[in-house]
């Protein structure tokens, strides 16, 4: 079955640092999604990559998707304690088009000030 | 903007008791999903409505149902609620497209349920 791994599981950096998290699948990525959780709340959605070597950025957060569409990263650029949460990527269930999701476990953020 | 809206976001229930979660969305998606989410297990599917009156299980959907009468609200149901039970709830509703389009989902804030 299609699983998505991600890595660091967490991570604690210093204020004004750059970090990179990554998400990786052992099938083709159709759809990649990441996601930015505050602890006890909802996820709340960053962006979605689709295209092989495609990259999108949102103020200091940049995603990409490999070419091969197994693997993206995210990067933070200058972190903030604002930055501090949960991202957790997801991807489409890869059989059927029912919308589902599977998720990654999850990455634990703490940014140091 | 999409607005997901749970109907608590903190629950005490007992063992036995019957639990009702509400969710409600206001753009109009055909798709709402129910989770849970605990330490080290991420997040599970229990079960999925693709339409009024239709849904689908999802990976653990035991002690579980679900009932979708509009198409902005997706109720999930605690029949006999457990300590097993106790959990983070999250509801999410998406536009049904097709695999690789923007499937993206929009949360709810999510219910931190205990049952004692």
């Known amino acids: 079955s299609q699983e998505l791994e991600q890595s660091p599981q967490s991570l604690i950096v210093q204020e004004g640092k750059n970090l990179t998290i990554n998400c990786t699948s052992s099938?083709?990525?159709?759809?990649l999604y990441w996601y930015k959780q505050k602890y006890g709340e909802g996820l709340i959605f960053l962006m979605m990559?689709?295209?092989?070597?495609e990259e999108k950025s949102h103020e200091k957060i940049t995603a990409k998707l490999d070419e091969k569409k197994q693997q993206s990263s995210l990067h933070i650029t200058a972190s903030q304690p604002s930055h501090a949460g949960i991202y957790l990527c997801?991807?489409?269930?890869?059989?059927?088009?029912?919308?589902?999701?599977?998720f990654g476990q999850g990455t634990t953020l703490q940014v140091k000030p | 903007d999409v607005k997901v809206t749970q109907s608590s976001r903190y629950l005490v229930k007992r063992t036995g008791e019957k639990v009702f979660l509400e969710c409600v969305q206001d753009?109009?998606?055909?798709?709402m999903f129910w989770y849970r989410q605990d330490p080290g297990l991420g997040l599970r599917l229990i079960y999925f409505?693709?339409?009024?009156?239709?849904?689908e299980k999802g990976d653990i959907p035991e002690g579980y149902s679900v009932s979708r009468e509009k198409k902005e609200r997706f109720s999930l149901i605690l029949e006999s609620a457990s300590t097993n039970q106790t959990s983070m709830y999250l509801c999410?509703?998406?536009?049904?497209?097709?695999?690789?389009?923007?499937?993206?989902?929009?949360f709810g804030p999510g219910t931190r349920l205990t049952v004692l």
């Open positions: 999410a509703s998406s536009l049904y497209t097709w695999v690789g389009a923007h499937n993206e989902q929009f």
């Open positions: 099938k083709t990525l159709y759809g």
């Open positions: 990559l689709q295209k092989g070597g």
């Open positions: 997801g991807a489409d269930k890869a059989s059927g088009n029912t919308g589902k999701l599977i």
């Open positions: 753009m109009d998606h055909e798709n």
């Open positions: 409505s693709y339409d009024v009156k239709m849904k």
